[in-house]
């Protein structure tokens, strides 16, 4: 990610999760600490708060697509 350029959007416009559909990420744990301090970075940043929470629903088992989602909010961020 530190060859990462910027974007001007969170997320992809009419993007939709859903708890199916790709495979199962391989560490959930990372997934799971990343956007904990989304959550964290929302207090500051409230444009983040509809991205974060849709990356949210999907803590339990997050998919490659759900951690797609969160490196754009990444990117976002740069």
């Given amino acids: 990610m530190t060859d990462a350029k910027g974007i ?12 199916h559909g790709s495979e199962y990420m391989d560490n959930p744990l990372l997934y799971r600490s990343i956007v904990r ?12 708060n509809y991205s974060v929470n ?9 998919l490659l ?6 490196k754009r909010i990444l990117r976002y961020l740069t």
């Fill in 65 to 70: 697509a759900h951690w797609q989602a969160v």
């Fill in 37 to 48: 301090a989304l959550q964290h970075v929302t207090i500051t940043r409230p444009e983040l």
């Fill in 54 to 62: 849709k990356v949210c629903q999907f803590m339990a088992q997050p």
């Fill in 8 to 19: 001007a959007t969170p997320l992809q416009g009419g993007l939709k999760l859903s708890k």
